[in-house]
Each structure stands twice: as structure tokens, then as C-alpha cells.
């Protein structure tokens, strides 16, 4: 404690100022020979700023006998505000759009980096193949509509999604046009605004088409188009944030749970777990937070397979279900902004052609970003986030130019790449508890479509935690069951 | 529900607060809540009345428009024609909104639609328009304050549009472009758009035509 020793010495050169004629103080304090000589013509001054000096160091004193005390804020120890509580209800592991969602729904029925959410282009289309999916859509685009009504925050300003009303077009040629058909059918059944055009209707709608190879094409009239994803993420965060959740970041390295072993009707022996504790670390360091909690929601997106894999899901004896592993597994897709002066105009639509490249106009300035996505074999790697510009030469460009003319000549602006939280079994969504631990909910593996499908399916995993069964959309068929029994529910329209 | 903007006055003390116990107080916040939903219930109720009475409308083969007189009385002949399609509706300065529209779906035959100043119209509301992209010549959403860009794209649906009124919409950022674009979307329709200040600069010139050929 310093300011003791300091003292003495101060009251030292004190004296020497009252004596200030004295000349043996130099000797007596050898440490501050100076002030002595300074003492001698400044005397006044120095004497206030002395006893200014004595009453911080008293204050400072005072302080630090008051922190002491078990009544303080103050310990010795360095104590990490960031670190998540010790027990919680929910704990879930994902920031993105589906995680935060979730969040959302939760509380008002009681009441990232890598995330692919920001990443995302954006797009909302009710063109899919299976009843379920179009529903999910057009529950999301009354959501979306609705936006203020569901959240917005008392006082703040009101949510603003950039919404763009510019439909879905999907091409397709001789050999799937009668898929395309049949998905007319279904999307019109489930209600959703979309219409058959010919070729012949196409060119006169879209004089920019080069329609040559399209058989039959597919447009939606109304609820289609591309919104800013961040400004929904945020808004979803912002009004859970309201509603009493809270956020931490940390990675998930591991659980604590305790196994249930039970006997199926065949005599074997079957484990269940029930999730006890997750470890959360935090970022940058070696310290971590064991979270106890009584359910964990799997919004992971990419990284979901991972996160269930250190619960021993996909790590069993092959044929058994714990050897099924939860197939969802990063893939990494590319984005490239270019710019084309002559390029198709306002009424431009999300255009996805039946050779798998997609484009889509990007503000009022000629500006379009595309992209497409690769061939199954020739999967990028997915350890970075980097871009392969070599990719639009080859696989982009040609396809592109050759559907719209107009885009021979292009530029390309710059780049960016995501991970789509890719189901290898059916490219469609995982809602719903895995048999195998007792407390875990999954919304997972949409594979490019979980940001259109977010208020929606966040709506469904909060009824089912909260009422056991889904309550407005019937999404049983997104479960475990058909992964376990190994029946893929295709989606046919994925991009 | 209150826009908050930067350059607002300091508001009154109470507003403060409400404002300061609300951010602190769950309970204060829900009755806030409160009173704004019920303000807007009560809108909502009252404005579909006022919808009724306030709209206008001209049904096909007739040439005299059903208007409430300047007493507000509404004559009740439109009920001979009740399943006389409608061909022309003015329903400006009124509060209907996308909800709304359902009572008109069935109209196939409208040909003109008048939604000056009506606060409650959203992109939403003109996304859903296109239930009339075959019969709507004439289409006025001038000074309705929620619309933006993003749904005056939505307009791409009607093809049969000949006229077009669009001005003094505040939200579309960059108007003198963006009425440009919706020129070059609908070929066949006049466009109107005054009521902008295409700030000039630069390119004057160009500005002062592009102007001069909308306002035919």
C-alpha cells in the first residue's frame, strides 16, 4: 500500500516547507532533494497543492477500506461479466435468424460471422413442391406483412424490411415442365398467388429472356420477392431482447448429460439422454460456463450435425439409430454482385433457370447478384469462407449470358460466400425432439430456404416446446421419423 | 404508434416520463400498449365505417357516381344494383387497408381505383392488386405515405394500366429515377408524378425534360 509510505514523506518535505530556512532537510530527505530548493521561492502555492494532494490520498484511502468491506462490488478476483448465467430455462445454441425466431415465439407465448442469416440473398417464394413448404412461406409472408404489429418495440423506430415485390420466376424445360406442372397444382391448393406462362407469354412479358431450351415457366404474383435479412434479424433480436432474453457468445464445445437406458420390444438396449448442463467457452480464452438447463433448441444452422455429434448422435454401431447421424453438414455457396448497364429493369423477378443459375436485381443502379449452385461432386471445400472468382467464369457467366443476353457484358463488382445448412438426405427442414435425447428440439438443415421460413418455424418449435404439439401448422412430417426410417421427403424446387 | 425523429423538440414533461417509467417498468409498458391498440381498434371500427360512407363509386353502364352529399347522407338506390359489377371507386383519403381490399376482390371488372392519401396503403396493399391486372386502366396512389419503392415494383402485374398517378409519395427515395423505371415497366401508361423536388444537380438538364415528357 503505497499511499502509506507516501505519507510519511509528504509530511517530511511538509516540514521542510513551514522551515522552509532550514537548510539540514536536504540531508534528511534524500529522495526529494528538490522540493526543498523549489520550497524555498514558491511556498504558498505549493502548500495548497500539498494539502489538495493529502485529501486525494486520504479519499483514495477511504475508497479502498470501503471495497474491502463485504458490502462492495470490488473482489480480488477478475470476474467475467460475459459469461452466461449458472442455470437456465432454454439454452439455445444459434444467432441467426431461426435461433433468434425461436427466441421470439418463445417469450411472447408465455409469454455472428459465419451465420448464414446475413449472408443469405434474401429471397421469399411460395414456389416449392411440398404443402408443407408453401405454407411455411406464405405463414411467414403474413408475418412479414404484419412485421410492426408482431414487432415492434414501444418507442423505437419502426421495422423497416426493404421488401421488394418482384416475384419468383422459375424456368423449366421439356423434361421437368410437367413437374413444374404439378407443383402449379399444389401451390395453387395451398393458396399461393402463382401463374403458368408460356413461352410465347414469357417473351412478350420479358422481352430480355432469351427463351430458347424453356418448356414452361412459373411466376408468382404476389408474397414473392427479397428482403433485407439483417433488418429482420435485428428486429427479431431487438423485440426478444425486450421480452426478457438474453444474449451471450461463447462456442459450444460440450454437454453433460445423464443416459436412460431402456428396452425396446425386441429385448435390446436403447440409451436415451436427457441434457443436463451445456459447456459454453468463451471466445478467445480458455474459460467456460457450465449452463444448466432444462432444454436445448439445435438452431446451429450449418454446424448442427457438429453440435449433435457431441452428444454421441452419428457415433453408434452403423445400424442402429445412434449410427445415424443428424445429416445436416455446411455448403459453402457463392454470391457475386455484378453490374450490367443494359440489364433488365425494375420489374426484373428472383429468375432461377432449370440449368440452376439464379439472379436477381439488386437496387436501382443496373446492379444483379448471381449465383449458382454447384454440381454434387464438385462440392466446394468448406473450411473458409473464401471466394472462387474462376467459379463464375466457368460455371456462372456462360450459363447466365446465354439465358439473358444482355448480360454478356457484365462486370463483376465483388463477392461474398455462405454456408446453406445443407440436409444430405432431402434438402428439406429437421423440426421437432430427436428420439435418441430426451430435451433437445432441432430446427435445422432447410438448405438455403431457413430465412423465408424463420417467423414461421420459430413459431412451431416455440408451440411445440410449450404446448407439445404443433398448434397451427401440422410439421410432423419435418420430424426425426422419416431420417430414422430412412423415407426422404424430397423437396423438388431447390435452388 | 410515433415516429421518433432526431430533430424533434424536446417533448413535454410527461411524455418524458411515461417514457423514462416505461423503460424501467414492465407494467407501465403493457397499458402504454394498451392504449395504443385500443386507439387503433377504435380506428379500425370507426374507419370501417367511415370507409363506407366516405368512398365513392360508379357501377358499370351507369354514368352518375353513388357520392355522400355535403349533409354526409348516402342515398340508398345503390342497392338496385347489387350484383351490377363496379367499374370505378374512389376511395381516397380513406383508411383502408390490404384487409380491406377482400370486399373489392370480386369486382373483375374495375377499371379505375382512387387511393389518394390513404394512410393505411402499404406495398402489401399494392402487392395485391394484381386480382385486377386484367380489367385496372387507371390507378391513383398519390400522396399515401407508407409507400415505397419496393411496392410500387409490385405494380409490374398490371399490364392493362393506362394511367398512373404516383406523386408526392415520401418514402421512395430517388423518385426521379425511380419513375424512369416504372416508365420503362409500363410502356403503355402515362405516368404522373409531381409534388418531387428533383434536387438539381449536375445533370439539369436531362432532369428538366425527363419531367417536362411525364407531365403529358
Known amino acids: ?18 522551515t522552509s530556512t532550514r537548510v539540514t532537510e536536504r540531508l534528511w530527505d534524500p529522495r526529494a532533494p528538490s522540493t526543498c530548493s523549489q520550497s524555498l521561492s514558491t511556498s504558498g502555492s505549493s502548500r495548497n497543492d500539498y494539502l489538495k494532494d493529502l485529501q486525494a490520498q486520504l479519499a483514495g484511502m477511504r475508497k479502498k477500506a470501503a471495497d474491502v468491506l463485504p458490502s462492495s462490488s470490488w473482489t480480488s478476483l477478475e470476474i467475467n461479466t460475459g459469461l452466461p448465467p449458472k442455470r437456465v430455462d432454454i439454452v439455445i445454441v444459434g444467432g441467426g435468424v431461426v435461433g433468434w425466431s425461436i427466441a421470439y415465439w418463445l417469450k411472447k407465448k408465455e409469454k455472428y460471422s459465419q451465420a448464414s442469416t446475413v449472408l443469405s440473398a434474401g429471397g421469399i417464394r411460395q414456389q416449392f413442391s411440398l404443402p408443407e ?30 421488401f421488394n415485390h418482384s416475384g419468383y420466376l422459375f424456368l423449366a424445360n421439356e423434361k421437368v415442365a410437367h413437374i413444374m406442372e404439378e407443383n402449379y397444382n399444389t401451390q395453387r391448393l395451398a393458396g399461393a398467388k402463382v401463374s403458368l406462362l408460356s413461352p410465347t407469354q414469357l417473351k412478350e412479358r420479358f422481352p430480355w429472356i432469351d427463351t430458347d431450351g424453356v418448356a414452361l415457366a412459373s411466376y408468382g404474383l404476389e408474397n414473392e420477392g427479397w428482403f433485407d435479412p439483417w433488418t429482420l434479424l435485428n428486429a427479431f433480436k431487438r423485440k426478444a431482447i425486450s421480452l426478457g432474453v438474453t444474449q451471450f457468445c461463447g462456442e459450444v464445445t460440450g454437454f453433460k448429460s445423464i443416459t436412460n437406458v431402456l428396452t425396446t420390444v425386441d429385448d435390446e438396449k436403447v440409451g436415451i439422454k436427457r441434457i443436463k448442463s451445456v459447456k459454453v467457452q468463451m471466445p478467445n480464452s480458455l474459460q467456460y460456463q457450465p449452463v444448466d438447463c432444462a432444454i436445448v433448441v439445435n438452431a446451429a444452422g450449418a454446424f448442427s450435425g457438429k453440435l449433435a455429434e457431441m452428444l454421441g448422435i452419428g457415433l453408434g454401431p452403423k445400424d442402429s439409430f445412434s449410427g445415424i447421424p443428424v445429416p445436416v453438414e455446411p455448403r459453402k455457396r457463392y454470391v ?26 439488386e437496387g436501382l443502379g443496373g446492379t444483379y447478384i448471381t449465383g449458382v449452385s454447384p454440381e454434387e461432386g464438385e462440392e466446394p471445400d468448406t473450411s473458409d469462407l473464401e471466394v472462387d472468382h474462376q467459379f463464375f467464369q466457368d460455371k456462372v457467366w456462360p450459363k447466365l449470358a446465354s439465358r439473358v443476353p444482355a448480360f454478356e457484358k457484365l462486370k463483376v463488382s465483388s463477392a461474398w460466400a455462405g454456408f446453406y445448412d445443407y440436409n444430405t438426405f432431402d434438402q428439406n427442414g429437421i423440426i421437432g425432439v430427436h428420439p435418441l435425447i430426451n430435451n433437445m428440439y432441432f430446427a435445422t438443415g432447410f438448405s438455403g430456404h431457413g430465412l423465408q421460413h424463420s417467423p414461421a418455424v420459430g413459431r412451431a418449435v416455440a408451440e411445440l416446446i410449450l404446448d407439445g404439439s404443433f398448434q397451427t401448422l401440422d410439421l410432423n412430417n419435418f420430424g426425426f421419423k422419416r431420417i430414422l426410417e430412412q423415407e426422404p421427403m424430397l423437396e423438388r424446387n431447390i435452388v | ?76 338506390d345503390f342497392l338496385q344494383f347489387k350484383n351490377t359489377p363496379l367499374e370505378e371507386v374512389d376511395m381516397s383519403h380513406t383508411l383502408v387497408n390490404y384487409t380491406g381490399l377482400t370486399n373489392l376482390a370480386t369486382q373483375k371488372q374495375l377499371r379505375t381505383l382512387r387511393l389518394r392519401g390513404c394512410p393505411e396503403i402499404d406495398d402489401w396493399f399494392l402487392a395485391r392488386l394484381h386480382i385486377f391486372q386484367d380489367s385496372l386502366e387507371e390507378l391513383d396512389i398519390s400522396e399515401c405515405p407508407r409507400i415505397t419503392t419496393g411496392g410500387l415494383v409490385a405494380l409490374r402485374n398490371l399490364k392493362g394500366l393506362k394511367l398512373l398517378n404516383v406523386s408526392s409519395l415520401p418514402r421512395v427515395s430517388s423518385p426521379g429515377l425511380v419513375i424512369i423505371l416504372l416508365e420503362e415497366m409500363l410502356p403503355q401508361c402515362q405516368i404522373t408524378a409531381e409534388g418531387y423536388n428533383h434536387s438539381l444537380r449536375g445533370a439539369d438538364e436531362e432532369d428538366m425534360e425527363s419531367r417536362k415528357s411525364l407531365n403529358v
Open chain 1, 133 to 162: 413448404n408453401i405454407h411455411l412461406s406464405l405463414a411467414s409472408a403474413d408475418f412479414m406483412r404484419n412485421i410492426n404489429e408482431h414487432l415492434g418495440v414501444l418507442n423505437e423506430e419502426p421495422v423497416d424490411l426493404q
Open chain 1, 1 to 18: 500500500m503505497s499511499a502509506w509510505r507516501r505519507l510519511p514523506g509528504k509530511a517530511r518535505s511538509a516540514a521542510g516547507l513551514l
Open chain 1, 336 to 361: 457475386y454482385v455484378v453490374h450490367c448497364p443494359d440489364g433488365p429493369g425494375l420489374d426484373t423477378p428472383f429468375l432461377i433457370d432449370y440449368s440452376g443459375v439464379y439472379f436477381r436485381r
Open chain 2, 1 to 76: 404508434r410515433q415516429w421518433i425523429s432526431s430533430s424533434a423538440s424536446r417533448p413535454p414533461l410527461v411524455s418524458r416520463l411515461l417514457l423514462f417509467l416505461t423503460q424501467r417498468f414492465y407494467d407501465v409498458e403493457m397499458l402504454i400498449s394498451w392504449k395504443s391498440n385500443f386507439k387503433r381498434s377504435l380506428g379500425l371500427v370507426w374507419s370501417c365505417c367511415d370507409v363506407w360512407v366516405s368512398s365513392d363509386f360508379r357501377f358499370v353502364g351507369q354514368s352518375d357516381w353513388f357520392r355522400a352529399n355535403r349533409r354526409g347522407k348516402f342515398s340508398w
